[in-house]
């Protein structure tokens, strides 16, 4: 079993919807919890973090970890055609330590 | 500031040749991390360097090897190429300032070099 999991989609929604993409991790010793925006032909760039459970919110982007259920949520409100990428969720014991990636969703915002 | 840069940018190798890889962190970064992202698989955790010592390794053979030089900069190195190494590989930097720092450790990464192996 993977230690952090995500449906990899594609998911396509038009503009303006409300999207939930969602983790799964397995590793109760996970701390930190952050939400990875990747572009085709780029790298990865850190859209935000959270530490333990509870949201953070950013914009139109939300961020939400459950603990007791092992769950992570990224909420991305009035879509655009520019959210459309490869959003991976990861996962980090402490702050010295590897941090562990799902395999990613992909969306397309359709105009 | 200049971002993390990674070279080669492709990589076009046959079976059983080897491959380096290099990377620039951040200026002021310490850390040094190597991804694979194989079609399909998300980012596999390959290395991680800090102040020049490898710190922790991923689930790869060892024919997957780096090292850091005094500069931070990165070096990753595959030996033996087999064709399901094809993929790309992504490189990362962070400032971690060691076991007591707290706060997520967030990486920064490069465009990746994309390997291709026939």
């Known amino acids: 079993q993977k230690e952090v999991e995500q449906d990899p989609g594609p998911l396509s929604v038009p503009e303006g919807a409300i999207v939930s993409l969602n983790c799964t991790y397995s590793n109760s010793a996970f701390q930190y919890f952050m939400w990875y925006r990747q572009y085709s032909r780029k790298g990865p760039e850190l859209l935000m973090y959270?530490?333990?459970?509870g949201n953070k919110e950013d914009g139109r982007f939300t961020a939400q970890v459950d603990k007791s259920s092992k769950y992570i949520s990224l909420f991305i409100r009035d879509s655009q055609p520019s959210d459309s990428a490869t959003y991976l969720c990861?996962?980090?014991?402490?702050?010295?330590?590897?941090?562990?990636f799902g395999p990613g969703t992909s969306l397309s915002v359709i105009p | 500031e200049a971002g993390v840069t990674q070279s080669p940018t492709h990589l076009i190798k046959t079976r059983g040749q080897q491959a380096t890889l290099r990377c620039s962190p951040i200026?002021?970064?310490?850390?040094v991390y190597w991804y694979q992202q194989a079609l399909g698989l998300g980012l596999q955790f390959l290395l991680w360097y800090d102040e020049g010592e490898e710190r922790n390794r991923g689930n790869f053979p060892p024919r997957f090897s780096g090292r850091q030089f005094p500069n931070y900069s990165s070096e990753l190195n595959v030996n033996a190429l087999e064709l399901e190494d094809s993929a790309l590989y992504l490189c990362?930097?962070?400032?971690?300032?060691?076991?007591?720092?707290?706060?997520?450790?967030?990486?920064?990464f490069g465009a990746g070099s994309r390997l291709t192996v026939l």
């Open positions: 990362a930097s962070s400032l971690v300032q060691g076991p007591r720092r707290s706060g997520a450790n967030v990486l920064t």
């Open positions: 200026s002021g970064h310490t850390s």
């Open positions: 990861a996962a980090q014991k402490t702050s010295y330590d590897k941090v562990i």
């Open positions: 959270t530490y333990s459970s």
